[in-house]
């Protein structure tokens, strides 16, 4: 499996409910990793989605604790236990963990690949994402040049487990 987030300097992701800042290439490329492929996601992070609605192109696994709650075209998990199952039948190379950082947490040892977009600014934040380059089980495998939106600069590493 894999992991897909955009972090900043102190590898937070969010505040409030809310992503801290929107790149237009970052969006596309989290479209083109994920289109046709399997996300799981936890409940807060679905509900940040455009009119609460599943990822179109995408089988979309929410975990929640919730167990009255359903979504229209998703698959509800109660445990990350039970979201495995669900995504058991896939190509492990297919599954991608899109959030929230409580989701990020628990399922970071499952997985043996990150694409990570960082963002070289510290924002105000709550929600972080577990921070890879300061565990030993992770590498930097690939890092693209330096990109900019407006002021923002950032760009795309991907990170890879150690075996």
Partial sequence: MKLIAAVDNNWAIGKAGKMLVSIPEDMEFFREETMGKVVIMGRKTFETLKDRSPLIGRVNVIITSNRDYKVEGAIVCYSVEEA???VAGYDTDDVYVIGGGTIYEQMLDMCDEAHITKI????????????????????????????????????FVRFVKKC
């Fill in 120 to 155: 070289d600014y510290e924002y105000d934040a709550d929600t972080f994402f577990p921070n890879l380059d300061n565990n030993p089980n992770w590498y930097v495998a690939q890092t693209s040049d330096e990109k900019t939106y407006f002021d923002i600069v950032y760009e």
């Fill in 84 to 86: 495995l199952k669900a």
